[in-house]
T-cell receptor, first 114, second 113 residues
Framework: DTAVSQTPKYLVTQMGNDKSIKCEQNLGHDTMYWYKQDSKKFLKIMFSYNNKELIINETVPNRFSPKSPDKAHLNLHINSLELGDSAVYFC?????????????FGSGTQLSVL | GENVEQHPSTLSVQEGDSAVIKCTYSDSASNYFPWYKQELGKRPQLIIDIRSNVGEKKDQRIAVTLNKTAKHFSLHITETQPEDSAVYFCAAKRDQAGTALIFGKGTTLSVSS
């Protein structure tokens, strides 16, 4: 009954490959996010979707493409992976409309690009 | 956009001492200020939050204070224990659609026994 689950937990791949990370939440939240945590632990917002609609798109290379098939799912596809993409990617959800600003994070996907 | 500065980046204390972490934010319209704790290899988890209509909030050994005029907020941990060792993040956000939590760069707290 995990609230926010993401797969895979670990992803090791070669430069130039394409990979996807999947995220699902069972909290009934309308808003989902992708955050990137680099080697210095900095948590940076990448994207946010509200009810399947993209509402935040920070300065992220267009090799990163989020997709939200429904409000419970938010996936992240990365094309032509580069060494600098190595990081931990966290999915999160919240329900701001009901005053619920609290972010619920998934367990993270550690991406290593070799 | 919002920018959150956090200090110190590392903090070492003896068990039983107090620890204080400070943050400043730039967007005067921000009105929600949470603190997250991240243990090694785990996800960030909310430990306490405060809204702009409150100056101080306490939950057992942790407390948060907010000075909206100065755009400062702080986390206070009293009677620290080894299990408090973790990375702590402050964050800020407007209560407005289309905004996301903006995090400080984190403070690594080490509590030695």
């Amino acid at each position: 009954d995990t609230a926010v689950s993401q797969t895979p937990k670990y992803l090791v791949t070669q430069m130039g490959n394409d990979k996807s990370i999947k995220c699902e939440q069972n909290l009934g939240h309308d808003t989902m996010y992708w955050y990137k945590q680099d080697s210095k632990k900095f948590l940076k917002i990448m994207f946010s979707y509200n009810n399947k609609e993209l509402i935040i798109n920070e300065t992220v290379p267009n090799r990163f493409s989020p997709k939200s098939p429904d409000k419970a799912h938010l996936n992240l596809h990365i094309n032509s992976l580069e060494l600098g993409d190595s990081a931990v990617y966290f999915c999160a959800s919240s329900q701001p409309a009901r005053g619920g600003e609290k972010l619920f994070f998934g367990s993270g996907t550690q991406l290593s690009v070799l | 956009g919002e920018n959150v500065e956090q200090h110190p980046s590392t903090l070492s204390v003896q068990e039983g001492d107090s620890a204080v972490i400070k943050c400043t934010y730039s967007d005067s319209a921000s009105n929600y200020f949470p603190w997250y704790k991240q243990e090694l290899g785990k996800r960030p988890q909310l430990i306490i939050d405060i809204r702009s209509n409150v100056g101080e909030k306490k939950d057992q050994r942790i407390a948060v204070t907010l000075n909206k005029t100065a755009k400062h907020f702080s986390l206070h941990i009293t009677e620290t224990q080894p299990e408090d060792s973790a990375v702590y993040f402050c964050a800020a956000k407007r209560d407005q659609a289309g905004t996301a939590l903006i995090f400080g760069k984190g403070t690594t707290l080490s509590v030695s026994s």
